[in-house]
């Protein structure tokens, strides 16, 4: 579907299956301790969209300032080095970190761009897209409706003539397990052609202090963003839990380097519907989220198993975030 100049295409794999949420959530839910962590696009729905916005504007949370601050430096270098004529951006969501890429690759002066961008949101593509077209004449843009799991390996088979930039921001691979990490990666190498390079948002390792704040933020807007799963899984489900009754927690896991958010249900709680059954006891903890944290050398290994080259590691001044840049091996 075109809407003036930006054109938005629904990918044919993608699209709500209400039945197979039902069964993953099943599956997290009959887990040692109950586990939603491998699954964070439940967290998305308009409300849920909307929280993570206000999240990245709370003073405690760095993530965006800090990788704002690297592409704002260093966009025109890396569009320079890898020559893109094409950024592909993988969770699209507002477009508002792309502006920086955008302006070099016009800096560049070698044609119009052109912006791809992939999100499970087609109200958020459109408008991000319509915003987009109006600040640069010329741009072409082509967005597509899908999710990581089942789209991202369509989206890089479609036929190009130009040098792309996949670009994945804001930390999200992080919010992957080690497992569906590999997996995510494994697609994004196979859909690599000669030409094309990869620009991966890390949040780095940091101190316990800082990395907690940033999701116990004290206007509880991350509290809030964490409820919104089971307002999510009640709408899409059927189920009747009471949001209210789960409290949030965040910790960090020195060991594994990882963020992990919880919900803690403050009282007795049961799903019983055709489709899922589960039982909460007070004080049972459902595990929501998982945000690993990189160093130099673990960027370099994730990338390594995945058969990708680490070009270099951009980060901020205070070393607080970086993009990695690579390319298949």
């Known amino acids: 579907m075109r809407e003036g100049n930006v054109e938005v295409i629904s990918l044919d794999e993608a699209g709500e ?6 069964r993953d959530v099943g599956a997290c839910l009959a887990a040692t301790p109950k586990d939603l ?6 967290f998305y729905d308009a409300e849920g969209s909307r ?7 709370q003073p405690e949370y760095y993530q965006t300032g800090a990788e704002l601050s690297i592409l704002r430096s260093l966009s025109d270098g890396i569009v320079a080095r890898t020559r893109c004529r094409e950024l592909v951006e993988l969770g699209s969501g507002s477009a508002s970190k792309t502006r920086a890429l955008i302006d070099a690759m016009f800096n560049a002066n070698d044609g119009p761009p052109r912006y791809v961008p992939l999100d499970v949101s087609g109200s958020a593509l459109r408008e991000s897209g319509g915003r987009l077209i109006s600040e640069y004449p ?3 843009i082509q ?5 990581f799991d089942l789209s991202l390996g369509r989206l890089l088979g479609r036929p190009t003539d130009r040098n792309r930039l996949v670009a994945f921001l804001g930390g999200t691979i992080g919010n992957f397990t ?22 991966i948002g890390l949040d780095l390792v940091k101190d316990k202090r800082t990395l907690e704040a940033a999701y116990n933020d004290a206007a ?3 509290a809030r963003f964490n409820r919104n799963m089971i307002r999510v899984i009640n709408h899409r489900l ?5 949001p209210d009754l789960f409290s949030h927690r965040a910790i960090y896991d020195a060991d594994r380097q990882r963020i992990e958010m919880w919900l803690h249900s403050e009282a007795e709680q049961t799903i019983h519907t055709p489709d899922l059954e589960a039982h909460f006891e007070r004080g049972e903890g459902i595990r929501t989220e998982i945000s690993t944290k990189f160093t130099p050398d673990s960027a370099a290994r994730t990338f390594e198993e995945a058969s990708l080259q680490l070009l270099d590691l951009y980060t901020d001044d205070r070393d607080l975030f970086a993009l990695a840049l690579g390319k298949a091996v």
Not at 178 to 199: A, H, I, S, Y
Not at 238 to 242: F, P
């Open 238 to 242: 059927g189920t009747d839990l009471d």
């Open 37 to 42: 962590s491998p699954w964070p696009k439940y």
């Open 220 to 222: 509880g807007v991350t």
């Open 17 to 22: 299956d209400a039945g197979q949420m039902a």
């Open 178 to 199: 080690p497992e569906k990490r590999q997996e995510f990666l494994d697609t994004l190498r196979g859909g690599l052609r000669d030409g094309d390079r990869v620009l």
């Open 51 to 57: 929280l993570f916005e206000e999240i990245t504007a």
């Open 143 to 147: 967005g597509f409706i899908g999710d």
């Open 138 to 140: 010329g741009l072409e």
